[in-house]
T-cell receptor, first 118, second 115 residues
């Protein structure tokens, strides 16, 4: 199993540009999560999906952020327009289990995308 | 809302020293508790987890954690650390009755083990 695959590994962009981060979860996993990691705030949950449906997006910082999961094997996190304060490492994670018992399934994290907005 | 506090942001130890990293959470109901580790340049990996039963949980690489419900704590311990334990450690909690996994992480503790 290749694990959770994220791309790109590094992204450097200028303020105002659109940024798209991609994630391929582990095959068969029903839940997908987007986290943001910064020195100041640690790991923050941005949004999570179950069976491709967004369940909780209360962690999305503002309207500039959007996430989609068009199918079970692909998700995107988009920032438009990007700002320097968006600079962080963005992690995607997936977990197995059904809706009923997913709460006790450990997360499998990708290697993250390091975003730098200048 | 749930929250997790890790009071030690940075810990520096010599090899063979004992380790205890504090973790406190705020939630009065049933919880599932986790410790994740992030080695330099790598992604987060599960170290150990507690769902129910014996409050003393054994994890990988000689780590253990004890759930003390009365103190809302889930401290991570290792009797003798190694240089390879240098990493960032994250405590996380999930309310067990939400029906969905929504982990709330602490801000992490960076551990540096000097040889």
């Amino acid at each position: 199993d290749a694990g959770v695959i994220q791309s790109p590994r590094h992204e450097v962009t200028e303020m105002g540009q659109e940024v798209t981060l991609r994630c391929k979860p582990i095959s068969g996993h029903n839940s997908l999560f987007w986290y943001r990691q910064t020195m100041m705030r640690g790991l923050e949950l941005l949004i999570y999906f179950n069976n491709n449906v967004p369940i909780d997006d209360s962690g999305m910082p503002e309207d500039r952020f959007s996430a989609k999961m068009p199918n079970a094997s692909f998700s995107t996190l988009k920032i438009q327009p990007s700002e320097p304060r968006d600079s962080a490492v963005y992690f995607c994670a997936s977990s197995p289990g059904s809706q009923a018992n997913s709460y006790n399934s450990p997360l499998h994290f990708g290697n993250g995308t390091r975003l730098t907005v200048t | 809302a749930q929250s997790v506090s890790q009071h030690n942001h940075h810990v520096i130890l010599s090899e063979a020293a004992s380790l205890e990293l504090g973790c406190n959470y705020s939630y009065g109901g049933t919880v599932n508790l986790f410790w994740y580790v992030q080695y330099p340049g790598q992604h987060l990996q599960l170290l150990l987890k507690y769902f129910s039963g014996d409050p003393l949980v054994k994890g990988i690489k000689g780590f253990e954690a004890e759930f003390i419900k009365s103190k809302f704590s889930f401290n991570l311990r290792k009797p003798s650390v190694q240089w390879s334990d240098t990493a960032e450690y994250f405590c996380a909690v999930n309310a067990g009755n939400t029906g969905f996994q929504k982990l709330v992480f602490g801000t992490g503790t960076r551990l540096l083990v000097s040889p």
